[in-house]
């Protein structure tokens, strides 16, 4: 992430969408439209002296909403580039007229509430689309409870909550009552190989909910998972003696099974019901915390940037090849990796990622 | 050497192409819609099979 900040073939265009192309294989015309930030990306240091006095706050999507950020906000610590930007549907200013509190702190004279979004016009030869994923909305599968049961969370909101930098400085506080939880159940296929929702297998959730069982008891050795599934698709690179590692040293019960419902009793602690496949016993499990490890689906931006290059995508609406790779799309000269493609996983998206690079190579290479 | 290269979203994906492209001396136009890149890698806590950090 640093490295492409930094490299000085890249201009990196964050806070940046592409909104026109037009031209061929060779040749492609963009339109990029920068947003506006409200804060001069040169001037900006990140001190944070403009969050700290800035007196509104929103939900902070990086964090799953698990937290409130301020409506001048770093979208995330690391973030490269690493300026503040001010959200202009929270700001203060931007609805009454009046507050600037962040102009009047700041040291550096970075904040410019003059500053406008402007268009940027680019020739390029080829193009890389890598839009990547977005999560399954689990409400719709209303038998688990999501949105209605407080202690029911997706796999996106347990990473934010056991990372350290995360809303509960990598606690596993549950959203109920913030006690710890210590018995976990993660709920498997959550839309995924489902034919009324993804009819496909995400991939990634086995291994995901896996290593998310195992950060938990390396965080607290009395933690106890539970993982509700299918059947285990973990067909990479030692990807099963992660799985037995998963039994044998971390603790964890895997259970042959999809989860039928989840209620909860009066403590809000979570009960799944559910059939062993094993025994063909029906029963049920009460644990402090559900996890459910929903479908990936394309991200949203995909489908409008698969219209703006007219690439043909499939009937789950991931980017279709052409048939003699899957980098190449219906479209000459415009190349997909990772997400955006299909269920991939990180180290599948890099070496797809690398590919989609070569094939680009070749046409600005070689066509002069 | 000729124009450069379009790569839309800064995922892992999107900055892994970036960065072969730039290597190979070829100016690429890294387009991100958040405020940052990153993608959905960044809010991972560890990484499966190694556990290691994603960041």
Redesign the interface.
Known sequence: MLDAGRHPRIELLAYSDVIDVSGSVGDFRVKVRRRARYVDEERCTACGLCVEKCPKKVPDEFDMTLRERRAIYLYFAQGIPAVMTIDPDACIYFEKGKCRVCERVCEREAIDFEQSERDVELDVGAIVVATGLDLFDPSQLVEYGYGRIPNVITGLEYERLINATGPTQGHLLRPSDGKLAERVGYVQCVGSRDTRYCNYCSSICCMCSIKDAMLAREHDPKSMSYIFHTDFRNAGKWFQRYQIRGEEDYGIEYIRGRVAEITEDDEHNPVLWFEDTRTGAVSSLTVDLVVLATAAVPSRGTAEIARLLTLEVDEHGFIRGNGRSGEETSVEGIFACGFCRGPADIPESVCQASAAAALAARIVVCRK | ??????????????????????E??????????????????????????T?DCS?
């Open positions: 050497m000729g124009k450069g290269v379009l790569v839309i979203g800064g995922g892992i994906a999107g900055i892994q192409a970036s960065l072969d492209l730039a190979m001396g070829i100016d690429v136009h890294l387009v991100e819609s958040k405020p940052s890149i990153g993608g959905r890698m960044s809010q991972l806590d560890k990484t499966f099979p556990n960041i």
